[in-house]
């Protein structure tokens, strides 16, 4: 009768937020030159990150971490996956090395056992719950599971028809796997955890899906995304995706797990093929998102619920293979200084602040060289710039080309007249921007806030020891199981625009 009371008590119950959400950063280490763990200690304690993600139990890493006040989620990397999942005794020892050994001194509040096995492991997938459950056996025999949560992250692929949400499943292939997995988070309290890529769904979608609506910006009332459904209003795909999730945990008959983002964020920076990885977007997404998240407004389908996000990622990560965005996803450089500074303003002590206001102005990219030209003379002539910057042997010099040049003339005139409105036009080759274009010794008007997170007094010479030598597997499969999505969405979007 107990038992019976208390399943059905958890069936009613719905999420529940006992604690505000909070920001993560992911920490990658595919660096060529991987600032050693005290270094990135510093970086997390001056930009006030609380909460990490490691893709591994680096020893030394835990270790610099410690008194830190930082929470810590550690993860069992996949190649330790099969060992885990096969043998108590193996996951005994793992907690015993990579989170007894350290807690309390770090805050270990979580394990992340595994990254994206369904899709990427899918080998693996028969021993996940079994690597789940030995794992929080062993926290309970070490009386730890109430503060160490376990939980696995998954690609948002797995959801199906994710537009409109509330049609949203999980890939049925996978029920075997997911049942089991899903009472196991329930009956230990912990978050499913998700990585969600809008950047991926947009790219993916030609152009179905709107940038505006990939990167959080203010839509307007007709254009926002309506699920028939449940008459929900949608405004950006991250909180349709999290709606899609719940809707698919409900569709399994299971209401009352949170989520928990492990991995989102934008590329600044991409090749020919990746026209929507630049450092505005970047900034954008990013900034709206820790807006969005740390302002608790949850989700259409569960207002005001938290969803704590990590974002992808600490570093860029030169050494990664594939397409360049794959190496620009970082908030931060190798040696700490900020890829761009977040427009935070009103959103508290995280990350580079953004106190500045500052923007720029620069030569549209792709403006007719012949225009730019044109404007770089009036601008030095009639507009009274300095350009003495711009000559041979002058700090602006390099890069020696007209687009280059007409930025730094734009921005000077931009600045001299105070940013007032149509200063940043000449005849629609220029535009304004977020992103500092100063580079070397060539320091833009306005600029200023770049040197201002830079960690100063912190050697951050390259780190001679590789003993954090784990990659960040994280998602870009971007392939056939996203179509779904798209799909959906297509329809969605020709029914709001007909
Ligand atoms: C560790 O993190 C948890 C969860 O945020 C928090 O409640 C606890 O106070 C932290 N412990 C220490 C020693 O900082
Ligand atoms: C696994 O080991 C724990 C102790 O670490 C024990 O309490 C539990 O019963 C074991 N589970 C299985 C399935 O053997
Ligand atoms: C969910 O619950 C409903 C009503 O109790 C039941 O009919 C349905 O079969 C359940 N679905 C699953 C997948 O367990
Ligand atoms: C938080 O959300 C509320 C309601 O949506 C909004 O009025 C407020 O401006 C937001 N605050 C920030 C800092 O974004
Ligand atoms: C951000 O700016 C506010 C107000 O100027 C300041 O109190 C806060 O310490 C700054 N945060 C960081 C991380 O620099
Ligand atoms: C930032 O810019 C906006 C719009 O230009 C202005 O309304 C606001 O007062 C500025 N904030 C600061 C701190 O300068
Ligand atoms: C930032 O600081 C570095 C190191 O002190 C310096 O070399 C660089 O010129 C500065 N950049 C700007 C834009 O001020
Ligand atoms: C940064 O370095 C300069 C020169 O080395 C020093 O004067 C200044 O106090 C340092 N600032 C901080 C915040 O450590
Ligand atoms: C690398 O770090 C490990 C563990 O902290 C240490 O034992 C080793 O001596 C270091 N190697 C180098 C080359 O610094
Ligand atoms: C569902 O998962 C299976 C197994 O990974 C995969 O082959 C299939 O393509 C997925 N279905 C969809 C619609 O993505």
């Not at 599971?145 to 696995?152: L, P, R």
């Not at 974002?311 to 450089?333: A, M, R, T």
């Amino acid at each position: 009768m107990g038992l019976l009371l208390f399943l059905l008590f958890t069936m009613l119950s719905i999420v529940t937020a006992d604690e505000e959400a909070f920001i993560g950063v992911n920490v990658g280490t595919d660096l060529s030159d991987m600032p050693n763990p005290t270094q990135v200690v510093a970086l997390l304690k001056a930009q006030q990150i609380r909460h990490v993600r490691l893709y591994d139990a680096d020893r030394a890493m835990l270790l610099a971490l410690a008194n830190s006040g930082i929470r810590v989620t550690v993860s069992v990397p996949n190649n330790e996956l099969l060992g885990v999942g096969q043998s108590n005794a193996t996951a005994a020892n793992w907690v015993t090395r990579n989170v007894v050994a350290h807690v309390p001194a770090t805050n270990i509040t979580a394990i992340a056992v595994g990254s994206e096995i369904l899709t990427t492991l899918p080998n693996a997938a028969p021993i996940l719950v079994s690597a789940l459950k030995f794992i929080h056996s062993a926290l309970v025999a070490s009386n730890l599971d109430n503060q160490i949560k376990v939980s696995t992250p998954h690609s948002s692929s797995i959801i199906l028809d994710s537009f409109p949400p509330s049609q949203a499943f999980f890939n049925r292939s996978w029920d075997l796997v997911m049942v089991p997995m899903l009472k196991f988070l329930q009956s230990t309290g912990s978050p499913l955890m998700l990585n969600v890529y809008p950047y991926y769904d947009y790219m993916q979608s030609n152009d179905v899906i709107p940038l505006d609506y990939a990167l959080f910006r203010t839509l307007p009332p007709n254009k926002e995304a309506v699920d028939s459904n449940t008459l929900l209003h949608y405004t950006n795909v991250f909180d349709a995706l999290i709606d899609a999730t719940y809707f698919a945990m409900a569709y399994l008959n299971f209401t009352n797990i949170p989520i928990v983002v492990t991995e989102t964020g934008w590329p600044s920076k991409g090749d020919a093929n990746e026209p929507a990885a630049t450092m505005d977007n970047a900034n954008t997404y990013n900034s709206n998102l820790i807006r969005h998240i740390l302002n608790s407004t949850g989700t259409p389908k569960h207002p005001g619920i938290a969803v704590s996000t990590f974002i992808y990622e600490l570093y860029n990560e030169d050494s990664k293979d594939g397409p360049v965005s794959e190496k620009n996803w970082g908030l931060f450089d190798a040696n700490g200084v900020p890829t761009y500074i977040m427009h935070l303003t009103g959103s508290g002590v995280i990350l580079a602040n953004d106190t500045t206001n500052q923007t720029f102005c620069t030569a549209k990219d792709g403006a007719d060289p012949k225009m730019l030209q044109a404007a770089i003379d009036w601008a030095c002539g009639p507009g009274k710039v300095d350009c003495s910057p711009l000559l041979q042997g002058q700090p602006c010099y390099d890069p020696d080309n007209v687009e280059a040049h007409a930025s730094y003339a734009f921005d000077t005139y931009y600045h001299q007249t105070g940013m007032a409105l149509g200063t940043c036009n000449f005849n629609g080759v220029a535009m304004i921007t977020t992103t500092d274009p100063s580079h070397g010794s060539c320091s833009f008007s306005g600029s200023g806030g770049k040197n201002g997170t830079f960690i100063n007094g912190t050697s951050l010479a390259p780190s001679t020891n590789s003993s954090l030598s784990a990659s960040s597997p994280h998602s870009c499969d971007i392939g056939v199981t996203r179509s779904a999505v798209v799909i959906s969405l297509l329809l969605l979007w020709i029914a709001v625009f007909l």
